[in-house]
T-cell receptor, first 116, second 112 residues
Framework: SQQGEEDPQALSIQEGENATMNCSYK?????LQWYRQNSGRGLVHLIL?????REKHSGRLRVTLDTSKKSSSLLITASRAADTASYFC????????????????FGKGTKLSVIP | ETGVTQSPTHLIKTRGQQVTLRCSSQ?????VSWYQQALGQGPQFIFQ???????GRGNFPPRFSGLQFPNYSSELNVNALELDDSALYLC???????????FGEGSRLTVL
C-alpha cells in the first residue's frame, strides 16, 4: 500500500515559473524525502526533512513539512526544461529496524512538464 | 551516477518461469533494499538486506526472495512468475544510519 499521495498528479508549467507539489501521508513519520525520476529510470534523492524540521532548502528546492496536517510541499523555483520528470515523496516510519537503513513508503508521484 | 549498478536492464520471461536480478551497491554501503515499481505507480518496498541478513520485508509473497553477499552486492529472485510481476525492479543501497537511498537504474521485467 502507498502511504503518501502527491498532488497534483500532473503539472505543466513554462520555463522560469515556480512549481509546487504537495504530499499527504497517513501515519507518523521519522522523516520525509523527495525523489526525482526521469522517464522510468532510477530515482535520484533530492532532499530529506526530519519530523522535527519545518522547512529545508537545497539550491532551487524548498521543502516544508507540517506534521500536524501530515503534509509536505516541494517548491522548485525558476524551473528549467531539465526539471521535467516525476517527483515522489517517500516517508520513513513504523518499520524502522534500528540496524541500518529502513523502509521507505512512496506515493504515486507528480509528473512535472516544464515547457521551454 | 549513484554507483549502484543493476543487471540485466531489460528482460522478458513467460509465466511460471524464474528470474534473478542482480545489484552492486555503492562502495561503502552495507544495506541493500529492493523495490518494485509498476507502470504509473510509486515504488513499493519488497525487502531489505543488512550484512547478509533479511532486515525487513514488505507485502510480497515468499516466491520473492533475495540474497546479499559479503561484498554487499545482492540478488532478487522471483519464482513462478505471474503477469502482474511485470514492473521496474529497483535496487537501492545505503549506509547504516543514513536516510538517503542511492538507486540503480533498474531492471525492467516483462512477463508474457
Amino acid at each position: 500500500s502507498q502511504q503518501g499521495e502527491e498532488d497534483p498528479q500532473a503539472l505543466s508549467i513554462q520555463e522560469g515559473e515556480n512549481a509546487t507539489m504537495n504530499c499527504s501521508y497517513k501515519t507518523s513519520i521519522n522523516n520525509l524525502q523527495w525523489y526525482r525520476q526521469n522517464s522510468g529510470r532510477g530515482l535520484v534523492h533530492l532532499i530529506l526533512i526530519r519530523s522535527n524540521e519545518r522547512e529545508k532548502h537545497s539550491g532551487r528546492l524548498r521543502v516544508t513539512l507540517d506534521t500536524s496536517k501530515k503534509s509536505s510541499s516541494l517548491l522548485i523555483t525558476a524551473s528549467r526544461a531539465a526539471d521535467t520528470a516525476s517527483y515522489f515523496c517517500a516517508t520513513e516510519g513504523g518499520a524502522y529496524s534500528g540496524a541500518g537503513s529502513y523502509q521507505l513508503t512512496f506515493g504515486k508521484g507528480t509528473k512535472l512538464s516544464v515547457i521551454p | 551516477e549513484t554507483g549502484v549498478t543493476q543487471s540485466p536492464t531489460h528482460l522478458i520471461k513467460t509465466r511460471g518461469q524464474q528470474v534473478t536480478l542482480r545489484c552492486s551497491s555503492q562502495s561503502g554501503h552495507n544495506t541493500v533494499s529492493w523495490y518494485q515499481q509498476a507502470l504509473g505507480q510509486g515504488p513499493q518496498f519488497i525487502f531489505q538486506y543488512y550484512r547478509e541478513e533479511e532486515n525487513g520485508r514488505g507485502n510480497f509473497p515468499p516466491r520473492f526472495s533475495g540474497l546479499q553477499f559479503p561484498n554487499y552486492s545482492s540478488e532478487l529472485n522471483v519464482n513462478a512468475l505471474e503477469l502482474d510481476d511485470s514492473a521496474l525492479y529497483l535496487c537501492a543501497s545505503s549506509f547504516s544510519g543514513s536516510g538517503e537511498l542511492f538507486f540503480g537504474e533498474g531492471s525492467r521485467l516483462t512477463v508474457l
